[in-house]
């Protein structure tokens, strides 16, 4: 009960320096975002004093309150829940925004991690109680889509299934032309047909480390004596590798897992630009680019707070499935 | 549309997941013959036929689209928000020499002083709610912009009064003429019996939209949203196209992907070796509409606070001169940037205003000699590495641009070669936009390259007040936002900017831009290059009538705001 209680008070610290993090980083980046929205305005049309004005008066940018109160106002508006208004989507509020994308990506980036992770570890374990077989020789091959650059492989593989052999979609998270949103089978197909490239490029990317790790804690694990005392017991091959050289194997895999799937929410930006997934990453992106201060806040937050429930859930999970984890304290 | 039949549909799935199998079990190779025999429909952009044609448009949004028609924020309102579901007055068109055309109004009139506008509206035009459209929705919208200063963009200062259901009367404090583009080009005008109830227009995404343009919303989704006809248009017989659909695409590669695939109908991006791209696919034209002039922005004022070489008018001259411009066409336009001139007015649509014929364009080749000479005179004299000084001081800056924008990146080295022959040295220097746009706003730069953008109207008024007048700069440090970027401050200008702005009489206009451009040809504050191209694609399988160079009805890009209803109004299904 101790370790819990310090663990929580550790992540409320965390969380307190991550969200002044979020709110102080920002601010320091150049430029305003009334500036801003004024050129790009004035590359459409014309620009006057007045125009300036009105956009101030339209975002509520007081440049003249202090940094300090800004900060107050932003603490007490997050215990509130409320995440301000964006101001490149204006008048959007920031959590509809993060509602609109955000399951896009946990529905991608999150299904291509558990699918990788779950073929990389099984793969593994065969990879590493067969020494010797064809599949160690797989083992080289995905590390190597895992060193080419992820942006690459993904253009290239969207080039060939998209462009050349045209089986799979160019763009987009559905079929925008004959489906419309619901739970009707076919918009829900033509999700799952755009979802299936992306989500092999994710595979394939990510899939080496898992195999590599999983392969290599299998062999280590089998040189224990309990194996041999397990398989000087007479019992089946099958249990030996499952339930006895698995199951210890994979718990460094699982602590890598749950870290990331704390980062599935980060790390979608490249995979949606290049399949113009419409995902939180290219909100993020498209934030970035507008210094549309109240949006990188919201999504900021949204990363911050799936990390740090990640790595909660691994230091709970690890004290039930590893007894030695809290002997200590 | 085309409907997969469900077969279709499943074959394709299973082809599509033996690809995954295969992809995942890494023998990519063994399963590449299976695909190439399944055609990719990939939903199609729409048919040509006339009872249900549609058309898809790529404006250039990206990731996800929020719900906004509110068509008093021109910066965040859906594109279509303007031009297509609300129309203004009169319609500007900005891409060749012309009239505006009537549009909720039949005509206007000032009286002499320019503080009262008088404007008349069209007769028989209804809302897409069926309720008609009246002079009384005219004043209404003026009045409303008035009365609330955050969506009064253009420093309108008018109270409007219907005097009757046809005619409406804008009174101004002082003289207006300079307001009327903006008045009756520029202004959305929104129904009185759905605003009225409005709280707060400066909040409200106003997602059902009442307008009186050729088509009115259908459908909105967060990743496309699509318009249908009006039915009840007023304009007879127009528009013809049944369907538009907007989609969002994230990147140039994969715009330029989904145009060759028949998904994209109308898009305008500058995509690399068009007419490699475009060669096999005999349904896709493109048309160039260079309206954009880029050029080097120079901090040029002391006075206000600008340091470096660029300060001096005959370092500004000299680059003028010393600029083989063919070749940066060549190397970083594309071949498809038109002639800029000097006045930085565009030369096609604007040669009526150029004063004087000899700078209706600028050399197209470096003077070189010339530009020695400039330079010579002025005191900077070569040393010993070639690069010029004076006091002390090399002839050295650096240039400005945003990373990522290649043809930009290109022009700043080119002219680093072609300086570097008369003893200037530049030095290019590539930011993010953020910081960029803030340099060039607050004066913070020595060179930037940068383009000038389209005015209100193809009156030089708005390039040159908005440019030029002192009015619109500020010190270094703090922000011209307005646009006055090269902290250019010339009394001569001030004044005759004045006088063009008090009359509406264009011999005397003509006059007083003449004294401008005297002005600023000798200042350069702003060098031009050449007016870069504006490049739309077409996909002419499902709709035709589409602008082209000979017949430009209205600026063809997508992201131009009016325009769009124009085009779309015009547009006839493909047979």
């Known amino acids: 009960m101790k370790t819990l209680a310090r663990r929580i008070g550790f992540y409320v610290i965390a969380f307190w320096a991550a969200v002044s993090l979020n709110f102080l980083i920002p601010r320091l980046m150049p430029g305003n975002p009334v500036d801003i929205m004024l050129s790009k305005l004035a590359q459409h049309g014309p620009v006057t004093p007045a125009t300036r004005h009105s956009i101030e008066l339209l975002l509520g940018a007081d440049s003249s309150q202090s940094l300090w109160s800004q900060y107050v106002s932003y603490l007490g508006q997050l215990v509130h829940g409320d995440l301000g208004v964006s101001v490149s989507l204006y008048p959007t509020p920031v959590s509809t925004v993060i509602a609109q994308t955000l399951p896009w990506t946990i529905g991608l980036i999150g299904i291509s991690t558990v699918i990788s992770f779950v073929l990389g570890v099984g793969l593994g374990t065969f990879a590493g109680w067969k020494r010797g077989s064809w599949l160690d020789s797989l083992i080289p091959v995905t590390t190597m889509f895992q060193s080419i650059p992820y942006f690459w492989l993904a253009l290239i593989l969207l080039y060939l299934f998209g462009s050349v052999w045209m089986i799979s979609p160019l763009n987009g998270g559905y079929d925008v032309y004959t489906t419309s949103p619901g739970w009707n089978a076919p918009f829900v197909g033509s999700v799952i047909s755009h979802g299936i490239l992306p989500a092999a490029t994710i595979v394939v990317s990510s899939i080496g480390g898992w195999m590599l790790g999983m392969r290599n804690m299998m062999v280590s694990t089998l040189a224990e004596d309990y194996i041999v005392t397990a398989e000087a017991k007479g019992l089946r091959p099958g249990r030996i590798m499952r339930t006895y050289a698995a199951r210890n194997a994979v718990l460094p895999s699982v602590a890598g897992f749950a870290i990331s799937l704390g980062f599935v929410v980060a790390g979608s930006i490249v995979t949606e630009a290049v399949f113009s997934y419409p995902g939180i990453g290219s909100a993020l992106l498209n934030a970035v680019n507008a210094n549309d201060y109240a949006l990188m806040q919201g999504i900021f937050l949204v990363i911050t707070l799936s990390v740090l429930g990640a790595n909660l859930l691994v230091d709970l999970l690890y004290a039930v499935i590893d007894p030695r984890t809290r002997q200590r304290g | ?575």
């Open chain 2, 1 to 575: 549309m085309k409907v997969l039949r469900p077969g279709r549909r499943a074959r394709r799935r299973t082809v599509a997941l033996a690809a995954i199998a295969c992809s995942t079990a890494l023998v990519l190779a063994a399963c590449s013959s299976g695909g190439s025999s399944t055609q990719n429909t990939g939903g199609g952009g729409g048919t040509g036929n006339a009872k249900n044609s549609s058309i898809t448009i790529f404006n250039g949004s990206t990731g996800t689209i929020t719900e906004n028609f509110n068509p008093f924020m021109s910066g965040t309102a859906l594109q279509p928000t303007l031009g297509v579901i609300y129309e203004p007055l009169y319609y500007y068109n900005l891409a060749e020499k012309s009239d505006p055309q009537p549009l909720l109004a039949t005509g206007y009139k000032w009286n002499d002083k320019g503080t009262e506008l008088t404007i008349t509206t069209r007769e028989g035009v209804k809302w897409s709610d069926g309720q008609p459209f009246t002079a009384k929705d005219v004043a209404f919208t003026f009045n409303l912009i008035n009365k609330t200063p955050a969506l009064n963009t253009t420093g309108l200062a008018a109270t409007a009064k219907a005097v009757d259901d046809t005619h409406a009367v804008l009174t101004f404090k002082e003289n207006s003429f300079t307001q009327e583009p903006s008045v009756l080009g520029n202004q959305a005008i929104v129904p009185e019996h759905i605003w009225k109830d409005i709280k707060d227009p400066t909040k409200d995404p106003n997602v059902k939209p009442v307008g009186t343009g050729p088509y009115q919303l259908k459908s909105f989704s967060a990743q496309s949203y699509s318009l249908e006809k009006n039915p009840s248009y007023w304009e007879s017989g127009k528009p013809q196209i049944q369907e538009i659909r907007y989609i969002a695409l994230d990147s140039a590669d994969a715009a330029s992907a989904a145009l060759t695939a028949g998904q994209v109908d109308w898009m305008s991006s500058y995509l690399p070796g068009l007419d490699q791209l475009l060669k096999g696919h005999k349904e896709l034209s493109y048309v160039n509409t260079p309206a954009l002039t880029t050029s080097i922005f120079t901090c040029s004022s002391t006075e206000l606070g600008c340091k470096g070489p660029q300060t001096d008018p005959a370092v500004r001259q000299a680059m003028y001169y010393a600029m083989d411009r063919t070749q940066l066409n060549k190397l970083a336009g594309g071949g498809f940037a038109g002639e800029a001139s000097p006045t930085l007015l565009l030369p096609d649509r604007d040669k009526d205003w150029i004063a004087d014929s000899a700078n209706v364009t600028a050399p197209q080749t470096a003077d070189t000699a010339k530009a020695n000479a400039l330079l010579d005179a002025a005191g900077w004299t070569k040393g010993s590495d070639g690069i010029r000084e004076k006091d002390g001081q090399k002839l050295s800056m650096t240039i400005q641009t945003v990373t990522g924008w290649s043809d930009y990146i290109s022009i700043n080295d080119t002219l680093k070669q072609q300086f570097k022959a008369v003893g200037i040295d530049l030095k290019p220097t590539q930011l993010a936009w953020n910081e960029w746009n803030a340099n060039e706003t607050q004066g913070k730069y020595q060179l930037s390259l940068d383009s000038i953008g389209l005015g209100a109207s193809s009156n030089p008024y708005f390039t040159y007040q908005g440019k030029y007048n002192s009015a619109n700069t500020a010190k270094v440090g703090d922000s011209a936002a307005a646009g006055n970027f090269a902290r250019y401050k010339n009394a001569t200008v001030d004044a005759a900017l004045e006088a063009a702005g008090a009359t509406n009489d264009e011999a005397t206009q003509k006059a007083e831009y003449a004294k401008v451009q005297t002005e600023i040809i000798k200042d350069m504050p702003y060098v031009p290059i050449y007016i870069n191209s504006t490049l739309t694609e077409f996909n002419n399988s499902r709709a035709t009538g589409w602008p082209t160079d000979d017949d430009k009805y209205a600026f063809a890009a997508t992201w131009k705001a009016w325009d769009n209803g124009i085009v779309l109004k015009n547009l006839t299904p493909a047979k």
